[in-house]
């Protein structure tokens, strides 16, 4: 009797503990995603209005014009249907805010660009997507690791290349718990749900608002 009863509570033990972990393994993945973008790159950062950072990156980051024109050039092709949706995604916004925001254009020559798509095969590293990068006197370079995306969903690749396209404007960032929210997190998919915006989120409009419109 007293036999049995300790061979059920060790396995009641036993099954709890195996619960426990595999939720634990499972709901950490969930909340955590893929990241975008590899470890050493540089998110914009919002210039503060005094700060020493303001006068650091005052303009800096951002691969608009004083015309509030980004200009992007895909000379390879990569993905044209994607950073075409992302380009629409954007543009959305400025027609929203009645043209008083920024438009993303497309452009056949790198002399007019102020954006320039790269596709890059990093199969030895598939764990980053894409990138943005400022390069100082332009263009600046979005890059897309084609060995990592190839294999993913044209959704996926939709909301990579609206992501970028949101760091060329001068986007940070967003806090995970904006999942859903915002396409500016670090990783995807986000939250239970395992949420792949493919359009902007109310925060991204926001943000937009604030930061373009005026
Ligand atoms: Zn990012």
């Given at each position: 009797?007293r036999?049995t009863a300790?061979?059920?509570?060790?396995?009641a033990?036993?099954?709890?503990?195996?619960?426990g972990v595999?939720?634990?393994?499972t709901?950490?993945k969930?909340r955590s995603?893929?990241?975008?973008?590899?470890?050493?790159m540089?998110?914009?950062?919002?210039?503060?209005?005094?700060?020493?950072?303001?006068?650091?990156?005052?303009g800096?980051w951002?691969?608009?014009?004083?015309?509030?024109?980004?200009?992007?050039?895909?000379?390879?092709?990569?993905?044209?249907?994607?950073v075409g949706?992302?380009a629409g995604?954007?543009n959305?916004?400025?027609?929203?805010?009645?043209?008083?925001g920024?438009?993303?254009?497309k452009v056949?020559s790198?002399?007019?660009a102020?954006?320039r798509?790269d596709?890059?095969?990093d199969?030895m590293?598939?764990?980053w997507?894409?990138?943005a990068q400022?390069l100082m006197?332009a263009?600046?370079?979005?890059g897309?690791?084609t060995?990592?995306?190839n294999r993913q969903?044209?959704?996926?690749?939709?909301?990579?290349?609206?992501?970028?396209?949101?760091?060329?404007?001068?986007?940070?960032h967003?806090?995970m718990?904006l999942?859903?929210?915002?396409?500016?997190?670090r990783s995807?998919?986000?939250?239970?749900?395992?949420?792949?915006l493919t359009k902007l989120?109310?925060?991204?409009?926001?943000?937009y608002?604030?930061r373009?419109?005026?």
């Open positions: 009797m036999k300790l061979l059920l509570a060790s396995v033990i036993a099954v709890l503990l195996a619960s595999a939720l634990g393994v709901s950490s969930q995603g893929h990241p975008i973008e590899p470890e050493w540089d998110e914009p950062v919002a210039a503060q209005e005094g700060s020493v950072q303001a006068s650091l990156f005052g800096h951002t691969s608009v014009t004083p015309e509030e024109t980004l200009y992007y050039y895909n000379p390879e092709k990569v993905y044209p249907t994607a949706h992302g995604a954007w959305a916004l400025d027609t929203r805010f009645k043209g008083r920024v438009r993303l254009i056949y790198a002399a007019k102020t954006v798509i596709g890059i095969r199969c590293d598939r764990s997507f894409a990138f400022n006197g263009p600046d370079r979005l897309v690791n060995c990592a995306l969903s044209a959704k996926l690749r939709q909301h990579v290349l609206t992501h970028e396209l949101g760091h060329h404007l001068g986007s940070g967003q806090r718990r999942c859903g929210k915002s396409i500016m997190l995807v998919p986000c939250g239970r749900k395992r949420i792949v989120g109310v925060r991204d409009a926001t943000w608002q604030n373009w419109v005026r």
